[in-house]
């Protein structure tokens, strides 16, 4: 883990709000230009089956085909750049808590946005690499030989940095726009990482706690405005680096002249829609040229600039809650709660109420549902899979998938470096 040159080591930084509020934004500018999670809505659904691909570029092909190395300079750099921003936050936590300049409140919000920094990238990082440090320091020769604690040591920590930063934020925004996490996205994660941890009362709890804030944030009908810049389903959002500009996922994934040069939605993705899901229709579109079709998704519909920018990256929106609630009520056996819930998506996707009635439908109904609602999103595709044990439905249609694909290696020049991070991971040695 490198240790990055950084003026957040100067105490200066934090003698006013002003430079201590940009050194923070400087970490969200950087997550959104250079961090694995920037890329995840593309990588992992390459990586899973929601995307094809017909691009050359060998980088990208080997998450295509399931053909990680040690070696690959996307372990290496999702892996360096993850730690480069924890340390970061815990630069912002360290120094932020030490100011005497800043009030209570300046040093509550930015220690509770930093914290949620720190417990947001650390849950990525488990569910690519499994076992990993969990970084709470800024001491280089402390980290330098940090030892790798499991995936349920790793949540319980990720869970007792986001009850202290819900402890720290409130829910109104610092800017209008939503760029900045509050309290309401700090319980998203949460409720989403005690989803993933089977703690089902916790998960619902957590995901009620955003749902009921109706003042603040409203149900929207239209699948067309859903990831607007304005949405009121939207809980955080990245804006893009100018004025002008729109999404990364609009410039990746649209296309308009086929055969695509980069990216495609799968057969296996657009068959996860029911008939009549207007999903299907106004969040993907066809291109032909007559002889053949290809799709792509059609969430973010700008695909360059435009005067204003008009699309932000929505990183956590309403509908998850929804469907995080549906899943653990469904756990606990509120089998009409959860079906409320589901049917909330279902009405706005123009379809009938489901028809399960039971846990075990209810659960496969919500699955399928996270399949047409999330899909090319932050790469919940494979992310559900692996947490629900059915990653090797992948084998089906990806003819690279082999089991020990759920885990990314650790990095081959971080192994040199640190000997506590062995053993690798299986199926990489």
């Not at 885990?407 to 040695?429: K, M, R, V």
Request: a negative charge; hydrophobic letters at 40%.
């Amino acid at each position: 883990m490198e240790l990055p040159a950084s003026q957040l080591n100067a105490a200066a930084v934090f003698e006013e709000a002003a430079s201590a509020n940009a050194a923070l934004l400087a970490i969200y500018a950087e997550m959104r230009d250079e961090s694995m999670i920037s890329a995840l809505s593309y990588t992992m659904g390459l990586y899973a089956d929601e995307l094809d691909y017909y691009g050359t570029t060998d980088g990208i092909n080997i998450l295509y085909t399931n053909s990680l190395l040690p070696s690959s300079s996307t372990v290496g750099s999702w892996w360096n750049n993850s730690y480069h921003l924890i340390y970061s936050a815990n630069a912002i936590i360290e120094k932020t808590a030490q100011s005497q300049a800043l009030s209570e409140e300046e040093r509550n919000q930015l220690i509770g946005e930093a914290l949620f920094v720190r417990a947001f990238i650390h849950f990525y990082l488990t569910n690519l690499y499994g076992a990993i440090p969990y970084i709470t320091s800024t001491d280089y020769n402390e980290n330098q030989i940090a030892s790798k604690m499991t995936s349920t040591a790793v949540y319980s920590a990720i869970i007792d940095d986001l009850v202290k930063a819900a402890a720290n934020l409130k829910n109104n925004y610092l800017l209008e726009d939503r760029t900045r996490p509050n309290k309401a996205t700090v319980m998203a994660l949460l409720a989403r990482v005690y989803l993933y941890t089977e703690q089902w009362e916790e998960a619902s709890n957590a995901a009620s706690y955003v749902l009921n804030l109706k003042s603040q944030y409203s149900w929207e009908t239209d699948l067309n405005k859903v990831f607007l810049k304005e949405s009121s389903t939207t809980l955080w959002q990245w804006a893009p680096k100018t004025s002008n500009g729109n999404t990364r996922e609009g410039e990746t994934f649209i296309f308009t002249s086929v055969p695509p040069s980069n990216v495609a939605l799968t057969a296996q993705q657009l068959s996860a829609f029911e008939t009549n899901d207007l999903r299907k229709t106004q969040w993907t579109k066809e291109v032909t040229d007559y002889n053949n079709s290809w799709s792509h998704a059609y969430k973010y519909k700008e695909r360059s600039t435009s005067d204003p920018s008009k699309e932000h990256t929505i990183i956590f929106r309403l509908a998850e809650l929804y469907l995080i609630r549906a899943e653990a009520r469904a756990q606990f056996g509120d089998i009409i709660g959860a079906a409320d819930d589901l049917n909330i998506l279902r009405t706005r996707a123009g379809l009938p109420n489901t028809p399960a009635s039971d846990k075990e439908s209810l659960l496969r109904a919500i699955s399928a549902e996270r399949s047409a609602e999330l899909f090319t999103e932050m790469g919940h595709r494979f992310f559900d899979l692996k947490r629900t044990k059915q990653l090797d439905i992948l084998s089906a249609s990806k003819k690279g998938w082999e089991a020990s694909d759920e885990l990314f290696p650790i990095p081959e020049n971080e192994l040199l470096i640190n000997p506590n991070l062995a053993p690798q991971n299986p199926g990489y040695n």
